[in-house]
């Protein structure tokens, strides 16, 4: 088994943690090592950030130094919203990069944001990426770059690009088939058991540093407007029939 540095991509709120976090325990079952303790053994702090060791962007300025640990250490995960760049293609190719995508229905992301909004008004101490957006309308256009990047990682060959409602109504398959794409040398019973507490439907309070929290699909048609749907239809619609969200 070649060794890699994995980074587990997603589109904001579409169940980045969730994923990254269930990619990790595998890896890490599998004899990989944790990122955090990358982070800190190499001095990375300024370049993987946050809980989940987020690089940001993969710019050589960025991945070069992340990738440098891998002479030494075993297989590890970061994680990353940002879109494609030439040289972590060249990286992916080479092998030495693998890249898993999530993504979901934008419009249920754009009410998750939202909601993460609504959050920080009611409670002040609470702090989050979102904590600005006051609207429905200004989380569909948090959410509307995102789209494109989301092609960039589904157009890739290399890439184990999943939805995030495949994952919720599939997850042994899905994880199954994650195992095979990371080529991990691990059980596949004793994988599915490993993270069985990940499964949806399971108690939330387990599921540290995932972000998840409802998780119910098509959520928006209870919350959103006729006008912000049609709004949604203007800006994702070649997306969302591209990936039968319809």
């Not at 690009?161 to 991990?184: H, R, T, V």
């Not at 596949?188 to 998840?212: Q, V």
Request: with cysteine; charged share 25%.
């Amino acid at each position: 088994m070649n060794k890699n540095l994995i980074l587990s991509v997603g589109m904001p709120r579409a169940g980045t943690g969730w994923f990254h976090n269930i990619t990790k325990t595998l890896v890490i079952a599998a004899g990989g090592i944790e990122a955090t303790k990358i982070r800190k053994k190499y001095h990375l702090s300024r370049l993987l950030t946050e809980v989940n060791c987020n690089i940001g962007t993969i710019s050589s300025y960025r991945i070069l130094p992340v990738l440098v640990p891998l002479i030494l250490e075993p297989n590890y995960v970061i994680k990353l919203h940002g879109g494609r760049r030439p040289l972590a293609d060249k990286l992916i190719a080479s092998g030495l990069i693998k890249t898993t995508y999530i993504y979901r229905d934008p419009r249920d992301a754009a009410l998750s944001i939202y909601e993460y909004g609504q959050e920080a008004l009611t409670n002040p101490t609470s702090s989050n990426d979102f904590a600005h957006i006051r609207t429905i309308e200004a989380a569909v256009e948090y959410i509307s770059p995102y789209i494109n990047i989301a092609r960039g990682w589904i157009s890739s060959s290399q890439t184990f690009s999943i939805k995030y409602e495949d994952l919720f109504y599939n997850f042994d398959g899905i994880i199954l088939d994650l195992i095979d794409f990371l080529n991990i040398n691990i059980d596949s019973k004793n994988a599915i058991n490993l993270i069985a507490h990940l499964k949806p439907g399971m108690n939330i309070e387990k599921r540290k540093f995932t972000h998840f929290k409802k998780g119910k699909i098509g959520r928006y048609k209870e919350h959103f407007s006729e006008d912000q749907i049609n709004e949604c239809d203007r800006l994702f619609g070649d997306f969302l029939a591209d990936n039968d969200y319809l």
